[in-house]
């Protein structure tokens, strides 16, 4: 399984982004999908995460909450996550993930994606 992150910039505070993260190598919706990111000097942190079908369960991280909307297309197995009104706080790199539950903890995904870079400015 692979996964292929896209969609990161650089945005003013207020702004949006949407990120994708392309699957390949596998059977999409057989697994569990997020995000984490990853600012300098800090460990990562969970973004949000969305249930093999989409549909109700999908958890958010605190900074997510009330800002962000995550959704996946098992047709073409692709994952999305609109972001909105960023802040700088939320600067870092932002990470897909895949694997068999919601979890919290980044050492709970075996499958990561390479990453892209979010940046807001002041």
């Known amino acids: 399984v692979q996964l292929q992150a896209s969609g990161g910039g650089l945005v003013k505070a207020g702004g949006s982004l949407s990120l994708s993260c392309a699957f390949s190598?596998?059977?999409?919706?057989?697994?569990?999908m997020g995000w984490f990111r990853q600012a300098p000097g800090n460990e990562r942190e969970f973004v949000a995460a969305i249930s093999r079908s989409g549909i109700g369960g999908i958890a958010y991280g605190n900074p997510a909450v009330g800002r962000f909307d995550l959704s996946r297309d098992n047709a073409k197995s692709i994952m999305f996550l609109q972001m909105n009104n960023l802040q700088p706080g939320d600067t870092a790199v932002y990470y897909c993930?895949?694997?068999?539950?919601?979890?919290?903890?980044?050492?709970?995904?075996?499958?990561w994606g390479q990453g892209t870079q979010v940046t807001v400015s002041s």
């Open positions: 993930v895949a694997g068999d539950g919601i979890y919290y903890s980044p050492e709970d995904y075996s499958i």
């Open positions: 190598g596998g059977t999409f919706s057989n697994y569990v």
